[in-house]
């Protein structure tokens, strides 16, 4: 006897897709194969016959949680609802505006988190600003994972990214960079009269991304540290960093995050303030350098980098486009975009697809098999996916921002049943989880 069944599934790992059934007990994977479901009697049987069952997506790149900086409704509650709305059982949370850069900070928020979460998280700290931190104090309370800016608003001077990146290296930590050169910006923006959103992607160049990745790619092997690149933008930028992963004697991974794949800085004149993100949009032809960089395993993994705000927030960005926050809700809608413009449109395979969003992101986590896999053993995080065509619309969704960039388009992949920890925890796109389901996951040093 087994709490649940799910039978018939194709099931999806990196290594390959096979037909067959999973059983699930006390919240872990208890079999999985063909023929598994002969074996079992269940407490409740789902039949994913024509479904797809991937791990449950593993986002290490998303901002949920800030009590100085977003409205009420938005926080680690209802954004981790939209989360495990989405497919996301796992999500590793980045600091926004309020610092996370001493023990106390860290606990605190951990604290606040864990009463809140449908979904088991960790967290990162950051945005470190000043090298003059506790490094080893701050891993103790449960992360490795240390974040900071080339670029303002939390932009740290060379010398504060390299000090940092000698302290978490040696401590056994990484440092993932947000890679802009603030001097390009600065004189990108100078040139630009008038505040319609179509100068926006002006006021970020290609060249400030390519600078900074090249040289904090330098950074991090002098100072011996890991390193991670976040939200790469364009098909160059993750060359750059390619040429830099091969050559690296530290550990170099590369992000890419949805919107990138999804959007050319052609669609701003349409879309406008919805989008709004730092990397801005590149031209159509480094969205598709960046596809093959995803394919060709230049990029490492796919996160969201979600940024919550209300559609009434962004509308006034028409008026005034530097006004609003940058950054897209887009948690809920990464996996949906991924299976219906990636996999259904021929441009990755389903087992890429589990690479990139589940497995990879999970070792890079540090809580790999644990999660991103359907190994004998593990939670029992599984995404069931139905093929249905659909149009994209934000009230489908969880997200209480009442919006989505995706309006409107037309896709094929759609999230049925989300299982996390054994639970049922979502279906079509309905949450049945609570806040405080999810656990924290203290994630160990590298070395
Ligand atoms: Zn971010």
Redesign the pocket.
């Known amino acids: 006897m087994v709490d649940r069944l799910i039978t018939d599934a194709r099931i999806v790992e990196p290594t390959g897709v096979t037909t067959g059934d999973i059983a699930i007990d006390d919240g872990t994977i208890a079999d999985v194969g063909p023929d598994v479901a002969k074996r079992y009697d269940a407490d409740d049987r789902i039949d994913a016959d024509d479904m797809v069952a991937l791990p449950g997506v593993v986002d290490i ?1 998303n ?1 949920m949680h800030d009590e100085a900086l977003f409205p009420d409704g938005i926080d680690f509650g209802s954004q981790t609802a939209s989360a495990v709305a989405g497919g996301v059982t796992t999500v590793i949370e ?1 600091p926004t505006q309020t610092p996370v850069t001493s023990p106390e900070a860290f606990r605190e928020k951990r604290e606040a988190c864990e009463d809140l979460s449908h979904v088991d998280f960790g967290l990162v700290a950051g945005n470190v600003e000043d090298a003059d931190i506790d490094v080893e104090d701050i891993m103790a309370a449960g992360t490795r994972d240390f974040k900071t800016f080339t670029a303002e608003p939390y932009l740290a001077d060379d010398a504060t990214i390299v000090e940092v990146m000698a302290e978490v290296g040696a401590a056994g930590g990484k440092v993932r960079v ?1 890679c802009e050169t603030q001097g390009i910006l600065d004189h990108a923006r100078e040139q630009i009269e008038g505040d319609d959103p179509e100068v926006y992607p002006d006021s970020r160049p290609l060249e400030a991304e390519l600078d900074a990745i090249n040289r904090v790619g330098w950074f991090a092997e002098y100072a011996d540290c890991p390193l991670h690149v ?2 790469v933008s364009s098909g160059s930028g993750a060359r750059e960093g390619g040429r830099f992963k091969s050559r690296a004697n530290v550990p170099v991974t590369l992000e890419t995050c949805p919107h990138y794949l999804a959007f050319s800085d052609d669609d701003v004149a349409d879309l406008g303030p919805f989008l709004k993100v730092n990397p801005s949009l590149k031209s159509v032809d480094e969205v598709e350098r960046l596809w093959d960089a995803v394919q060709d395993g230049t990029i490492d993994l796919i996160a969201s ?1 979600h ?1 919550p705000t209300y559609r009434e927030e962004r509308e006034r960005g028409w008026e005034d486009i530097w006004e609003p926050y940058a ?1 897209l809700p887009s948690i809920e809608t990464m996996l949906e975009f991924l299976v219906s413009e990636g996999v259904h449109e021929d441009r990755l395979t389903w087992p890429r697809l589990a690479e990139l969003v589940s497995a990879r992101p999970a070792r890079e986590a540090g809580v790999y098999p644990k999660k991103g896999s359907l190994r004998v053993g593990t939670d029992a995080d599984i995404v069931l996916l139905r093929r249905e065509a659909y149009e994209v619309s934000a009230d489908d969704l969880e997200f209480v921002g009442g919006w989505t960039p995706y309006e409107g388009r037309q896709w094929t992949g759609r999230v049925d049943t989300v299982i996390a920890d054994g639970e049922v925890a979502a279906r079509d796109h309905r949450v049945l989880s609570s806040p405080g389901d999810g656990d924290f996951l203290a994630r160990e040093p590298l070395r």
Do not use: A, I, P
């Open positions: 790149h901002h980045l947000h976040v939200h980098e940024f950054g």
